[in-house]
């Protein structure tokens, strides 16, 4: 059941990442200009660089971790729930120690990077919990 759950919540951060990417590629909207602070000194120089790259990373990586959750049903799922979380929140943290700044979305990032995280160690613990005690019964019932 939590693998499922970790499973669907790595789909919906796929379908999430394609969305943002796709709504940044047409450069309409807030993403017609490229902030010019941040050329230079961010490692993209414009939205379309930002907007392949997180569908890439962030899309494709969440569809294969939803794709592997989905059908191999394998514990080690959470490992590469902690893996993206881990760099879901790197990313985050970027613009704040290149720009010394705070946007918006970066909250948001946050919160799903933590949710991401929490969801892997709650995984690996409730593994290693439940491994524990399989293995507690086979020596009480030898």
Not at 24 to 42: A, D, K, N
Not at 59 to 78: E, R
Not at 92 to 102: F, N, Q, R, S, T
Request: charged share 10%.
């Amino acid at each position: 059941m939590l693998i499922k759950l970790v499973s669907t919540f790595h789909l919906a951060l796929s379908v999430g990442a394609f969305f943002a990417g796709i709504s940044m590629l047409p450069g309409m909207g807030i993403f017609v200009e490229f902030p010019p602070e941040w050329v230079g000194i961010m490692p993209f120089s414009s939205w379309t660089a930002l907007a392949v790259f997180g569908m890439m990373v962030f899309g494709v990586g969440n569809a294969i971790a939803a794709l592997y959750g989905f059908t191999k049903k394998n514990p080690k799922l959470f490992l590469f729930t902690i893996s993206l979380g881990i760099l879901l929140f790197c990313s985050a943290a970027m613009p704040i120690v290149l720009l010394g700044d705070w946007y918006l979305p970066l909250v948001y990032f946050f919160a799903l990077s933590f949710m991401q995280i929490s969801f892997g160690l709650f995984g690996m613990f409730y593994k290693h919990k439940a491994k524990a005690a399989s293995s507690r019964s086979q020596k009480l019932t030898h």
